[in-house]
């Protein structure tokens, strides 16, 4: 939170400031990146090759992403990239199905 006063300004100097208004930012979570995945087949493994593009609202300084993926049903396995730079991840070693 934030309080924001103002002040009119001569030469001679500063008149009397206003009462102190408080404002709070905006705040939330990044939107959702869109996605697009490219499959490399391998035998007898599948390669997966996701790429990203950075949210168009982050609602501050974006501090990395958090991939999770896995077999439908089961527990999805979960990768966290630090920084805001990376936009490619290769899941290797996939079922085919």
């Known amino acids: 939170m934030y309080a924001v006063q ?3 300004l001569t030469r001679k ?3 009397d400031r206003s009462n102190p208004v408080n404002v709070r930012t905006p ?4 939107n ?3 996605l697009t995945l490219k499959v490399i087949e391998r035998e007898p493994a599948v390669t997966i090759e996701l790429e990203w593009s950075k949210p168009s609202q982050t609602y501050g300084e974006l501090k990395g992403y958090r991939l999770r993926y896995g077999a439908k049903d ?3 396995k979960e990768v966290s990239l630090k920084g805001s730079h990376s936009n490619t991840y290769r899941i290797n070693d996939l079922k085919w199905g």
């Not at 705040?27 to 990044?30: A, D, E, Q, S």
């Open 6 to 8: 103002v002040a009119a």
């Open 13 to 15: 100097g500063d008149g």
């Open 27 to 30: 705040g939330g979570v990044p």
């Open 32 to 34: 959702r990146p869109a």
């Open 74 to 76: 089961q527990f999805l």
